[in-house]
Each structure stands twice: as structure tokens, then as C-alpha cells.
């Protein structure tokens, strides 16, 4: 049995439609065994919006169950071109942006 509190998951290099598929599976199982899921993209070199659609997804299903979700620091580099490429950024104030940018200025 797992023990319960919070978690990091590491996504490191390229996180895209490629590789999507374990990232899911790895998220999810800590989203339904933990009180809190930390994500670490600080070595995140390539990603595009499936990446993009995983955390929004995770982060809406968190909300739903109260579990807690955020990121290790706000997103940057490739992550953040796709993010405002996607218009995921575009409205400061809504909680999506908060959760990517985690207050850092754009």
C-alpha cells in the first residue's frame, strides 16, 4: 500500500504525443493515491499540447477530488511557448494561468 502525503513526478527531456501515453499512466496513479502531487518540469526540454492537455486534465480532475496539484516552478522555455501558443496564458487572472505561471511574471 502506498503511503499517503504528497508526491514529485519528474518530467525530464521530451514529454509529446509520442511518449504521452506513460506520463498518463504515471500522473494518474498518483492522483489517486496521494493528498498532493508535485510536478517537477525544471528538465523538461521538449513538449507540445498533448503535455499541455495532460496537466489541465490532471489539474481539473485534482480540483474535483481535492487533491492538491501544482508545479515546481513556473513554466518556462518550450513549455511556456506552447502554453501561449495554445492561449492557455491569456487570461492573467484565471486560475489556469495561476497554475502555470505560479505568480511569475509573463
Known amino acids: 500500500m502506498s503511503e ?3 508526491r514529485t513526478i519528474s518530467f525530464a527531456g521530451e514529454v509529446t504525443i509520442s511518449n504521452i501515453g506513460e506520463a498518463h499512466e504515471q ?4 492522483l489517486r493515491e496521494q493528498e ?3 510536478i517537477d518540469v525544471e528538465d ?3 513538449t507540445d499540447l498533448t ?6 486534465s490532471a489539474r481539473r480532475k ?3 477530488s481535492g487533491v492538491g496539484l501544482s508545479l515546481n516552478k513556473p513554466a518556462a522555455g518550450a513549455l511556456l511557448e506552447v502554453l501561449r501558443r ?3 496564458l491569456d487570461d492573467e487572472t484565471s486560475d489556469r494561468a495561476k497554475f502555470w505561471l505560479q505568480g511569475a511574471a509573463q
Open 4 to 6: 499517503v502525503g504528497e
Open 27 to 30: 500522473l494518474g496513479a498518483l
Open 36 to 38: 498532493a502531487v508535485l
Open 44 to 46: 523538461l526540454t521538449e
Open 51 to 56: 503535455f499541455v492537455q495532460l496537466l489541465e
Open 62 to 64: 485534482a480540483g474535483e
Open 86 to 88: 495554445g492561449g492557455f
